[in-house]
Nanobody
Framework: QLSLMESGGGSAQAGGSLKLSCVAS?????????LGWYRQTAGKQRERVAT???????TYSESVKGRFTIFQDTAKNTVYLQMNSLSVEDTAVYYC???????????????WGRGTQVTVSS
């Protein structure tokens, strides 16, 4: 059973930075398709923020491109999300996600951490 443990959430001023970390352990961690970050606000669907495959291939949502950077330490099975130029719209619960398999050439993210709150104030 793979488990995900997030850390690093908190509060920041608009224009500031925060860094999230997620340690993956157990299960398929060493053969995973990828790790990623999603976020969700009340009343809205969870949305993809950024993902990184085991080979280092990354994806970003348009709303964070150029401001957020996802990277990983494969030796530590840890994925990070460096968030710069934060805006109030980035306020959400951020979830770490893992994908065991690929379907139609896309990693299927269906294993979730508990989430960490990020609050950005103006």
């Amino acid at each position: 059973q793979l488990s995900l443990m997030e850390s690093g959430g908190g509060s920041a001023q608009a224009g500031g930075s925060l860094k999230l970390s997620c340690v993956a352990s157990g299960g398929y961690v060493s053969t995973r398709c990828g790790l990623g970050w999603y976020r969700q606000t009340a009343g809205k669907q969870r949305e993809r923020v950024a993902t990184i495959e085991l080979d280092g291939t990354t994806t970003y949502s348009e709303s964070v491109k150029g401001r957020f950077t996802i990277f990983q330490d494969t030796a530590k099975n840890t994925v990070y999300l460096q968030m710069n130029s934060l805006s109030v719209e980035d306020t959400a619960v951020y979830y770490c996600a893992a994908a065991a398999h690929r379907f139609l050439d896309k990693c299927q993210y269906n294993n979730w951490g508990r989430g960490t709150q990020v609050t950005v104030s103006s």
